[in-house]
């Protein structure tokens, strides 16, 4: 299952101090569009996917994944969902899927 393929420890406020304090935003494969706490919002390159545009598929257009990750606090435990997909502390049921819309990068958000 997804939770298994990631080990998540619980995490403090220190923790989330060190974390923001650390100078990664410019070694990091990927854009991270915004800074809040609780939830980042990542572009993930996907040099190569091929993506549908009308009704071409093409494999020469940079395009990437819009992934937002998200610390639900509202329950009795933290819960890390990515696109609302429940990864720990239970995955999401076995009837949803983990899903991330594919953006051609010519597209301005």
Request: negative net charge.
């Amino acid at each position: 299952t997804a939770a298994h393929a990631f080990v998540v420890p619980e995490i403090t406020g220190a923790d989330k101090d060190i974390v923001n304090a650390l100078p990664v935003h410019d070694s990091l494969p990927f854009e991270i569009t915004d800074s809040s706490v609780e939830t980042r919002k990542l572009k993930l390159e996907c040099p190569g996917c091929p993506i549908k545009l009308g009704s071409d598929t093409k494999t020469d257009v940079k395009n990437h994944l819009d992934l937002v990750f998200t610390i639900d606090g509202s329950g009795p435990v933290d819960r890390l969902l990515v696109n609302d997909f429940a990864l720990y502390p239970k995955t999401s049921s076995w009837y949803s899927s983990l899903r991330a819309p594919q953006v051609p990068d010519f597209i301005k958000e």
